[in-house]
């Protein structure tokens, strides 16, 4: 039996596989690794849309680290968007997966309420969130007065605006709740069993099983959230346009401006490029570190590992 | 107590999610005059359905609505088919360099958008396919990384016995995937159009860079056209925003048990 497959098999000898991944092994080439080459090449050009091109080196980089107080502002912005919903999308997420997993009647329902609005993106959220952020009519500003809080100008004032963008990203938090959700029902039951038996309190069974157990999934989410935070550009580009005074004019936005509204594409290409790389750094940095709190199933614990 | 408490906060927190869709249906169908009173009118006077159809007369939304269909439709068969097919090729040879490979098709969902946004511009631009759908189309026929990878691991829950048994009946790689796999990972193949459904639907910058003209416009071009104007049309707005919404909740309550099964079917078992 085996033999027979052996022969079929080396009649062909690796080519089937091939072929079955050519369609991405091919985009690979023209939708990734081809734009990005061609991205860089541009980085290193004064690019404008129509016109002369110009090899320059690095100019385009030292421009804007060294002559461009705008690139530092909307990496502010964008450092500033990512460190408060970043955090925030965990722990609502995570506050959310624990109430859900707890077993009373109807949490499907609940369940697909909060997962609900994440198949929303987009424009049709945007709207959705500027009428409700609106000044005057606005429902946040009518519940904020029913507590006796005079509501701010949400869009309209700058110290504002940041935070209104987080709260409609975290609408969008239902992936996150879920894969959070999938690993609290994965923990075996018998951990918490056991610390009940031996008089562990509930806050302690959290510290010390679940978080322990649930960081794979709370690292994962942590990564994906923090490139989805630096990405960050149909929201503000729709709600508050940058504004108002810039104060939500992130980095992705300043990218788009370049390339599509003052044509510059070298500029816009290096700044990708920078973008990239402190998203890979960010990203590097968190799995390295995530060893000493990453709790993986099935690995042996050798103690004494600091 | 703890229970009590628990359906308190399930409740509340639920309810903050809904209450924005909520809010926008109720303002579709509310009149100019409810619109801007305070305290808000939450259950309009009399419930204006006419306001979809004036809302949608108001742009050419009929185009628009082709246009989306035709790009949601054909880039979501492209997707599911290549996906597949790559994800088969993944899980079901051994070959030279394919681990390496895999890692590498992982590490390309870490690449931001914005870096290829630019150059794919150029690209398209030298094919001549901007201001076309190809740009929103071409590309979902060569697969993506995470969909790829969610197959994958559809695949690999097989028993390799069954295609022992069909290449014994004289299968080829080809019958394999398309008679006995495919069939087979039905479920993912539907998480996957869904997803990919509703991220092609609910698209924003893919459109605004790719389109100029209005002709070629998808319906999320069309409803932040209504922004840029200097009268705000909020209920138009608040209209067609139910209307874009409508396709993912319908193609959602079908296939959230899919959705919710693929999450969190591997802890059912306990």
Not at chain 1, 124 to 142: E, H
Not at chain 2, 35 to 63: H, M, Y
Not at chain 2, 120 to 127: D, G, P, S
Request: with cysteine.
């Amino acid at each position: 039996m085996t033999d027979a497959r052996r022969i079929s098999s080396r009649r062909l000898p690796g080519l089937a596989p091939w072929l079955f991944i050519s369609p991405w092994i091919l985009g690979f080439f023209l939708f990734t690794l081809g734009p990005m080459i061609f991205s860089l090449i541009m980085s290193l050009h004064d690019w404008p849309v129509v016109g002369e091109r110009k090899f320059i080196w690095f100019d385009n980089y030292t421009t804007m680290l060294t002559q461009d107080p705008r690139f530092w502002e909307s990496l502010g912005i964008t450092a500033k968007f990512a460190l408060v919903f970043v955090p925030l999308n965990i722990a609502l997420s995570f506050l959310l997966a624990v109430l859900l997993n707890v077993k009373v009647r109807g949490t499907s329902l609940f369940r697909t309420a909060f997962y609900l609005p994440s198949i929303i993106s987009g424009v049709a959220l945007v709207m959705i969130w500027k009428w409700i952020y609106s000044k005057d009519y606005g429902l946040l500003n009518y519940g904020l007065s029913l507590l006796g809080v005079d509501g701010p100008n949400w869009l309209g004032d700058p110290n504002w605006s940041i935070l209104a963008i987080i709260i409609a990203s975290l609408w969008g938090l239902g992936g996150t709740m879920l894969i959070l959700l999938a690993g609290l029902q994965s923990i075996p039951k018998e951990l918490y069993e056991a610390a009940r038996v031996s008089g562990v309190p509930a806050w302690a069974q959290t510290v010390y099983i679940t978080i322990p157990m649930l960081s794979p999934m709370l690292l994962f989410t942590f990564i994906t959230s923090l490139i989805s935070a630096f990405q960050q550009l149909t929201i503000a580009l729709l709600l508050t346009k940058g504004g108002p005074t810039n104060s939500t004019y992130f980095f992705a936005m300043y990218i788009y401006d370049n390339a599509f509204k003052f044509h510059d594409m070298g500029y816009a290409a290096a700044m990708s490029w920078v973008m990239f790389l402190i998203i890979l750094t960010l990203s590097v940095l968190v799995l390295k570190y995530s060893a000493a709190w990453v709790h993986y199933e099935g690995e042996a614990k050798g103690g004494g590992n600091g | 107590m703890v229970r009590t408490l628990t359906y308190g906060a399930l409740i509340f927190l639920s309810a903050l999610f809904v209450a924005p869709f909520v809010w926008t249906l109720l303002t579709a169908v509310k009149s100019e005059a409810e619109l801007v009173t305070w305290p808000p009118v939450f259950w309009p006077e009399d419930w204006r359905w006419e306001n979809f159809a004036e809302s949608w007369a108001k742009q050419p939304f009929g185009t628009y609505l082709w246009n989306s269909t035709t790009v949601v439709v054909l880039s979501t068969i492209g997707q599911v088919f290549s996906s597949s097919l790559v994800a088969f090729g993944f899980a079901r040879f051994r070959f030279r360099g394919r681990d390496p490979l895999f890692v590498l098709l992982l590490a390309t969902m870490m690449i931001p958008w914005d870096v290829k946004m630019i150059p794919l511009y150029m690209e398209f631009n030298l094919l001549g396919w901007i201001n076309t759908l190809k740009p929103l189309i071409v590309p979902a026929w060569f697969g993506e990384a995470f969909f790829i990878f969610l197959l994958r691991q559809y695949i690999m829950t097989i028993p390799m016995e069954i295609d022992e048994a069909a290449r014994m009946d004289g299968a080829n790689a080809w019958q394999l995937y398309w008679r006995i796999h495919l069939p087979l990972m039905v479920p993912g193949l539907v998480l996957v159009g869904t997803f990919h459904f509703m991220n092609a639907w609910n698209d924003y910058l893919g459109p605004l860079i790719f389109l100029n003209d209005q002709t070629k416009y998808t319906l999320p071009l069309g409803l932040g056209l209504f922004q840029g104007r200097h009268d705000v049309d909020n209920i138009a707005i608040a209209a067609i925003t139910a209307i874009l919404c409508l396709p993912p909740l319908v193609l959602f309550f079908f296939v959230q048990r899919y959705i919710m099964d693929n999450a969190l079917g591997s802890s059912v078992k306990g």
